[in-house]
């Protein structure tokens, strides 16, 4: 038998679902949607220096805090501010307003959950662990997506940013979590894709971290995160472990 911890916090996007991953083929779709729209634009070039401007937005953590609770504007900033990265004139407003809306959409349809998450979930209930899942964003596509995904009668204690005013990597967001569960950090898991909000915040706290590497890309060069465990797949949530 496994051995689970008396709670686990969970990450949605990109840990139970598969939403925002390998931004480049999803900006190259649908860049060739638009092409009619971009003539003279080379369309792999656009898209080189799109997924850069969207790094360096999401990298910075005060527009990230702003930019996720408004995805459509933050979205359609990053592609002018990609597009102007090239040194000519950007397309109009309404465009790039078109194309971060294709993009939520595109994504959307590609979500998923990914393979034995509801699995995972249901046999950690049934053990008697009391589960929260914690996610950033706004309230409506955020809720979206946990009854789109049946989510909700999974979870002890949904907390979603917008909803609640606060969210990763602040610590109230995760204490919040815990005094909600009744549980002591020491006693936790937190399971999530971000090295920053489900690793290295977290485990301020005493929080034992796992990171979802869902790709097997391995830990970034440079990074300071030491995540106490690290899976492929969420499978490995159900194998015996000394935690």
């Known amino acids: ?21 390998q931004p480049e083929q ?12 971009l003539a003279g634009w080379e369309t792999e070039a656009v898209v080189q220096a799109v997924t850069a401007a ?3 937005f999401w ?20 592609i002018g501010e990609g597009f102007a990265a090239l040194g000519r004139d950007v397309p109009d407003g309404s465009v790039l ?21 509801h699995e995972v979930v249901d046999t950690m209930r049934a053990a ?8 950033n964003g706004a309230a409506r596509p955020q809720r979206a997506k946990v009854e789109r995904f049946e989510l909700t009668h999974r979870f002890d204690h949904i907390q979603i940013e917008g909803e ?25 898991w937190m399971v999530g894709d971000n090295l920053e909000w489900e690793v290295i915040a977290p485990q301020r706290l005493g929080i034992h971290a796992i990171w979802h590497d869902s790709l097997g890309s391995g830990l970034p060069a440079g990074t300071a995160a030491r995540p106490d465990r690290i899976i ?11 935690r």
């Open 59 to 78: 990298a910075d953590e005060s527009r990230h805090r702003v930019g996720r609770l408004n995805l459509l504007e933050a979205r359609a900033g990053i």
């Open 26 to 37: 999803a900006w190259r779709a649908i860049f060739a949607e638009f092409e009619g729209d």
């Open 232 to 242: 492929r797949s969420l499978s490995e949530l159900l194998a015996p472990t000394s």
């Open 164 to 188: 609640h005013g606060f969210g990763k990597p602040e610590e109230r967001a995760y204490r919040h979590a815990l005094s909600v569960l009744g549980v002591e950090a020491r006693e936790t």
């Open 54 to 56: 969207a790094e360096r």
């Open 128 to 135: 008697g662990v009391k589960l929260a899942l914690i996610t």
């Open 1 to 21: 038998m496994s051995v689970f911890p008396r709670a686990v916090l969970f990450d949605m996007d990109d840990t139970l679902i598969s939403a925002y991953r």
């Open 97 to 117: 307003r078109r194309i971060s809306a294709r993009y939520d959409s595109y994504r959307n349809e590609q979500m998923h959950l990914f393979p034995h998450a």
